[in-house]
């Protein structure tokens, strides 16, 4: 029967082959279709056609057939950095939006290593391949642990628009590891969401869709604000923290939003910071938001 499929041929391509360290792993399938390349494939996906190739076991000789499944790596290349005075890994995380974890495993270090005027360290940078929605009002469902983290990272300010009613309001992410810990940027911006949640401050879970950088990416989350103190330095130690938080770290950073401390936005499997689990009801919204059951 494989003489009669249709052949979709590879034809004659130029490319360039970059000199950058990379590691892949496989992160979708691709189903091929009348006037599909590799090429072609690589493009659509941010991937190289070398890696593409790589990871399906093909040449650049190698014939697609309609309907085979292309496996698409999620492509990790790193970037140097070379340490400056007062630089840690906490600092270099937040500046390059990842997490200390994902330095200290590329340079087979410890989290805790103290770092050293003209140290090189290898930054992992995570690009993300863009998935399909079934319509236009969904969001990618994205895992937060290996895609979504990383194109919202600590201090990325973005649009968030209620599924629901179609109202959308501006914050960024401040803090969070295992979820988004985000804070609105103005007063204008509280209001809006409060007038969602019904003119209130609520912890009641509503499916969401963020907007960044071109992407949009479904999620859930609550408005109700927590462990902060709007009359406080952001960072600073607070004897009174919102949300019955008690003495701590204060976690308001964005000042005169009319809110004290942060809320929760969570996507595919991200967890709470309570207990490290799975909270069901922030799941089953994140997939309404992405279109899904």
Not at 7 to 28: C, E, P, Q
Not at 138 to 148: I, K, M, N, R, S
Not at 257 to 275: E, K, M, Q, Y
């Amino acid at each position: 029967m494989k003489k009669l499929k249709k052949r979709l041929l590879i034809g004659a391509l130029t490319f360039t082959i970059a000199s950058t360290s990379s590691l892949s792993v496989l992160a979708a399938t691709h189903t091929a279709k009348a006037g599909d390349t590799y090429w072609k494939i690589s493009t659509w996906y941010g991937v190289t056609l070398e890696d593409l190739l790589k990871a399906n076991g093909a040449t650049y000789t190698s014939i697609l057939y309609i309907g085979q499944k292309v496996y698409i790596p999620e492509k990790i290349t790193y970037k140097t950095h070379v340490v400056q005075k007062g630089e840690d890994l906490w600092q270099l995380s937040i500046k390059y939006g990842i997490t200390v974890n994902d330095i200290a495993k590329a340079n087979n270090i410890s989290t805790n290593k103290v770092l050293y005027i003209g140290d090189v360290l290898k930054i992992p940078v995570y690009n993300v391949p863009v998935k399909s929605t079934p319509g236009p009002q969904y969001g990618e469902l994205l895992d937060w642990w290996t895609e979504a983290q990383y194109l919202l990272p600590i201090n990325a300010e973005f649009k968030v628009t209620d599924f629901y009613t179609g109202k959308s309001f501006w914050v960024k992410r401040t803090v969070g590891a295992s979820h988004i810990d985000a804070e609105t940027l103005t007063l204008k911006d509280t209001n809006t969401m409060k007038s969602i949640w019904g003119g209130t401050l609520s912890w009641v879970r509503r499916p969401v869709i963020i907007e960044y950088n071109g992407r949009k990416i479904a999620a859930s989350m609550t408005s109700a604000p927590h462990a902060g103190n709007e009359h406080a330095p952001g960072g600073a130690y607070s004897t009174w923290r919102s949300g019955g938080y008690g003495a701590g770290t204060n976690y308001d950073y964005v000042k005169g939003n009319g809110i004290d401390g942060h809320f929760d936005i969570h996507f595919l499997n991200s967890t709470r910071h309570s207990d490290g689990k799975v909270d069901t009801e922030h799941q089953k919204n994140v997939k309404i938001a992405a279109g899904v059951k």
